[in-house]
């Protein structure tokens, strides 16, 4: 197959639906009139094409368009403009869903690591992954390096930077990765735990590259990145570039709420790359409804042309008392993330973190 | 000033909406209570503070939050994740404005050549600027490159690649920029008019160099990169390296409808270096009332701490019809860009240019 079906939400009226939905086809395809075209190869093999429109109720229909893969040029900028470059700017029209031929998926790979291999890494075979966050941003390295020691301690999966954690002067990047890495080795020699350090990864490609060395020189191994801050072409490159690493994926800037979460944060950000991706849980900070997140952590880890799974990383809220719950709705094959209702424990940081671990722990084995 | 103030729209009601204000500010700084948190430092210099919350009728409110301009480390994506990253996810809240310091601004750079310098490129002193583009994708560079050359016969000042034009296997970007720039030459040098290239560049950080260093060795002194697509970082990367080029951005995937076009299309385009913004114009393919236009060109060449101007391309649908009311709405500090209208022309294609550059030429002298 050489196309991508591609599945927008357009609110139309319908008496007007079939020429909006052509008009969409031909907005991601060749954006121009079709009858001004006389090349065969264009007219057959590049327009747009509308497959199908479902009537969705409400004044919205569900168009389906055929795009050809090869305007993409199997690139993940590329990828998105054909995807939604133009339609993001139109009135009324969300992208929802898109379905990629096997050899497209297979081309961009997809997660080096998946979830098993992020769970031999922390050595939690058999059970749900769990995760904090360095926090506040502002602190000093050797600040966040006494949180990640407490947390790590605590006997946490994954202690990643908070995703505003970036190059700034009052924490420079090699000197917090530094602290913060042998603070959570010393932590985790203590309480036996395999903790991972996940530093967030930012700037320009050069500056990712230099960051992710720095990181690897520091005995790291994992990454978070969030793809829609530094483009999806950098992400992409750097997953290629380091297949021993595992890499979150951050939603910032991906609520540009025009289109479904369940395709960005869950399909696409898998399959280019992401071993774990993080998002707003229902019932916390954000909007997300539990649907919504049904639906991603789907995306994530389901079947996808023999891609590895992505672990979801429910989060932004998420309290321990939650633990029970969470793992009844998303099973064992999740990353638990718990940042700020830990860190409000303060000088009992590294036992509240511990009763979080320990309960996520007996919930595997009960 | 150490501090961004940033304007966000909320969707709440007036018993919440301080609440929701403290919880934006504290979501976009250190997304964390606040009561956990010890150090002055933070406290003082890194929480956002709400500075102003005015009640805009019809349950929205305008919230302006002062961020730390630390926090961006200076760094174009860092930045943006600052201003909207976990926002962007949150409920009924859009980013309305920013007002960055001076500093900021100046550090960022805005455009090397800005309306002078892209004006005395293409010989179009005392008037707007005129464009259209190369279409459609599909078409073999030898096709493309025959429709460039009827386009600069007609006396365009820049003909720019669709931004669906990539690096695909039916037009590579070095066989593509090659013979199109040499039909562009050949164009002016019949017309006697000074037609400048701007051909489409994509891909990760190393391909756009790439595109680029290809593109100046074929003489090429403006190229098309769409921001949202290769990514904040690497859009001002490229600018900076490449201080002689003419920079125009593509808004595709700037859409996200959460995020206020004259902000992220006029302003930030403009601030990390577009010396021209293309956007959809009122009344053609898209939805954008004349204000938004009105207050996107606004934001795109007004006064902005010392920056260059930025030359708004409204696009999107447009005719040589409408060029008399185009010119009267934006004035000469424009760049008139006409794509399919003249492509329908066909074999006409040169002389329905020539009658869309004169018109612009005859309007700004009569």
New interface residues.
Partial sequence: MDRILVTYRVRADAASIAARAQ?IAV?Q?????V?????R??LD???GRVEDIADMGEGCFDVRIAL?V????N?P??M???L?????????VELRDATFPASMAQGFGGPHLGIAGLRAMAGAEGRALTCSAL?????PPE?LAQVAGALARGRIDVIKD???L?????SPFARRVEACARAIRDGAAASGARTRYAPSV??????MRRQIRCAVDNGVDMVLI?PM??????F??VVREFPALGFMAH????????IAPSLLIGKLFRMLGADATVF?NHGG????SPETCRALADAARGPDHGLRSCVPVPA?GMTPERVPEMLTFYGADVMLLV??AL??A?ERLAQETARFTASVAEHAHG
Same sequence: chains 1, 2.
């Fill in positions: 008009a907005e395809s060749v954006e121009m009139p009858a001004a075209i006389e090349d190869f264009v093999r590049i327009v050809a090869s305007t993409t040029g690139e900028g590329q998105m403009n054909m939604f470059g133009n339609a993001s700017i139109l009135d009324g926090k506040p941003q502002g602190l600040g908070d995703h505003g970036a190059d700034q002067a009052y930012t700037g320009n490609l050069d500056a969030a801050i530094v483009g999806l072409p950098a992409h490159t939603p910032a800037m991906a609520g540009a709420a025009r707003p900070r954000f909007g997300y932004g940042g700020g860190l409000s303060r």
